[in-house]
């Protein structure tokens, strides 16, 4: 069976690589052998030992009868939407790192592929390396989940892991890791939170089987997050950390929020440091589970890309733990629906403002659960007499 | 389908109570309905609802055409073992969370379910409810696993995390584990490290396809950790935690030891604390993996037997990733094919005798990596001149 891949960039060049180099390994488990048929690129590369596998022109493989899975690293909506969406139609399996591609269009691909009989698998869309997207509906489907909690971005993870280890400011943090290429030069998409969104939205539309759109998410980055804020988190036995958080409630809505939170040393995803990326699951049944690995990177990411398709070789027909669907009603919740703690640090005394907080510091409060709209009449009421530093909710 | 429970001791009776109180998820997910048909166990149950479903023959069991699938949760080899063997060769798969019945007849097993087309699964033998065998299988099959290190057993690290803790001397913390039920009366099994070098075993001999018997492995309890060592530990920025670990080793053997490990309070194993369970995989593909969750617990291994229960309802036949060997050879390395750094306390200045030594405390040593024979060298030259207060490995 041939494989095609489609972009050969990071990933894609990785999946390429390992392809070639395990292919004993791989046609062990996949119980047949997969072999490199396409790579489909507009740039040229001519000095990788499979340039004769390169094309340009997508109906050429779609041509093929012997590619029987596609696996597509090009990254962002078009034309890797238009691409899967033909390779799906044609019956072919495809399997994806692009979490853009998923968040927006999951529904609709993994329904053409059911419709087919075929696979839609993006185990590298979300944790990178971490077998996490497997393990939740192959393990984890009867458990009864609950909440999750995930450090689901790198970038933003190693800028906090300097703040809090060298006392470095967010600016000179940010700086280090674009140096290092952990950040790109525009860092947008990492630092204001909007991957960690994306991947958020997948894992919510898995584990409850509905469509959460990015969008309709609350999504807050680390930008503003300074010295002051680490300093006093530090004393009070917190870390901070951009958490991706969803919750299912009583009425069977989806509470999701993402932004930085303070979180208690002790808990599991507090030392979670560096670019590393891990998910906290909260089940009925098994109580609290973690899976902690490298959340990007070429030889993590492709090796999730590799895993999957084995599982859509090896499978016979649609694994139909795989789908969400969309509905006509929005599955997101009030954004009152859930109370939180948050700490607040001010410029001046404003105990008298907030009964019942808990005093951490100078002008700095732990707040009783608090809605969405009980922490902005707070706010509101702060600002009437002075400046309101900071506003972090506690993630527990 | 119907399924048969034997043993209705903690794990077996959240088996049924699962089976019954999630049935429709179940059915959802196996794709059929699974009933409970049968519980076998030499004591009576009458306060429970499915009273009726008891028997003490197991070859009602097996006569019942209508049982598909036989879930173990008696314990120990015998009956166990002859049950097992009865239910794969009559063609029915079989899941468990026997420990010792996996690390000890798995390659028989394993090779009886192969030759019958059926499967015998066991993600509930290592780990409790956190999701680690099938994802090692699953999705790790073609990663190139090179090393494992794991808090195993949940009770020693209940007892060190108290130490640690609430600078609790050993026997108070064992006598406090004992009181809430964490400990049994004869804590042996668990404080030796028997629990932990079995479920090694089993890790070892899943992820690297051969039997690596239980009786091969060192292995060293938390019994001698004292005080002393807690502090010093503290003082330098370790934990101790017992460490289950396994290494292949570039000649294809492997290096197994289970013992209490120094670990850098960095690493991610460092705060697995109370009665959780973690495993740190390294893979050439991925990197460092880290699974976390309760090992133990009635709902959360009852959890993880229905996973296994519902894969076999699921397969088409048998998973040929589960599989080990037995080799007419033992795959362990020569105890002296893998040097570790040691943390050394003696009761005299014993730094002339460690060329290469850290002085980490008052006569307290971490020593350059050594051999087996050499730290036994090492320490008979400690022995001329004082005592050896204690001696624990470095994990790193």
């Not at 972009?7 to 052998?33: D, Q, R, Y």
Request: some cysteine; charged content about 25%; overall charge negative.
């Amino acid at each position: 069976m041939k494989i095609a891949v489609l972009g050969h960039g990071t990933v894609g060049s990785g999946v390429c690589e390992i392809l070639i180099e395990k292919s004993k390994e791989i046609a062990k488990s996949a119980g047949k052998e997969l072999e490199l048929g396409y790579v489909l690129d507009i740039r040229d590369f001519e000095d990788v030992p499979y340039s004769e596998k390169f094309t340009k022109d997508f109906s050429a493989v779609l041509a093929d009868p012997e590619v029987g899975i596609v696996a597509e690293a090009m990254g962002g909506l078009e034309p890797a939407h238009s691409y899967v969406k033909a390779a799906l139609e044609s019956g072919r399996s495809v399997v994806t790192s692009n979490k853009e591609l998923v968040a927006e269009k999951g529904a609709e691909l993994l329904s053409i592929a059911r419709a087919h009989n075929a696979n839609f698998l993006f185990e590298a869309s979300v944790g990178g390396g971490i077998p996490l997207i497997r393990p939740l509906y192959s393990s984890m489907n009867a458990a009864g989940i609950t909440e999750f909690a995930g450090i689901l971005n790198g970038t933003t993870n190693y800028i906090l892991t300097k703040m809090f280890r060298f006392g470095e400011s967010y600016e000179e943090a940010l700086s280090g890791a674009q140096t290092l290429g952990y950040a790109e030069k525009d860092p947008s998409a990492d630092v204001l939170g909007w991957d960690a969104c994306r991947k958020a939205a997948i894992l919510s539309s898995l584990i409850w089987g509905r469509t959460l759109r990015p969008s309709e998410i609350p999504t807050e980055g680390i930008s503003k997050i300074t010295s002051d804020d680490v300093n006093l988190a530090e004393s009070c036995g917190f870390s901070i950390k951009l958490i991706a958080r969803a919750k299912l409630l009583e009425n069977g809505k989806i509470f999701a929020k993402v932004s930085p939170a303070m979180i208690k040393n002790d808990s599991p995803l507090a030392s979670v440091n560096d670019v590393f990326n891990a998910v906290l699951i909260r089940a009925e049944t098994t109580g609290e589970v973690l899976f902690y690995g490298k959340g990007a990177g070429k030889m993590p990411t492709a090796s999730s890309v590799i895993a999957d398709i084995i599982e859509c070789a090896k499978a016979k027909g649609n694994i139909k733990e795989v789908f969400w669907e969309d509905g006509a009603q929005s599955v997101f919740a009030n954004a009152d629906a859930v109370s939180e703690r948050y700490c607040i640090r001010t410029d001046y005394d404003a105990s008298m403002l907030i009964p019942g907080a808990e005093i951490i510091g100078t002008n700095a409060y732990i707040t009783p659960p608090l809605s969405e709209s009980e922490i902005t009449v707070l706010e509101e009421k702060i600002l009437e007499h002075g400046s309101l530093l900071s506003k972090i909710p506690l993630f527990e």
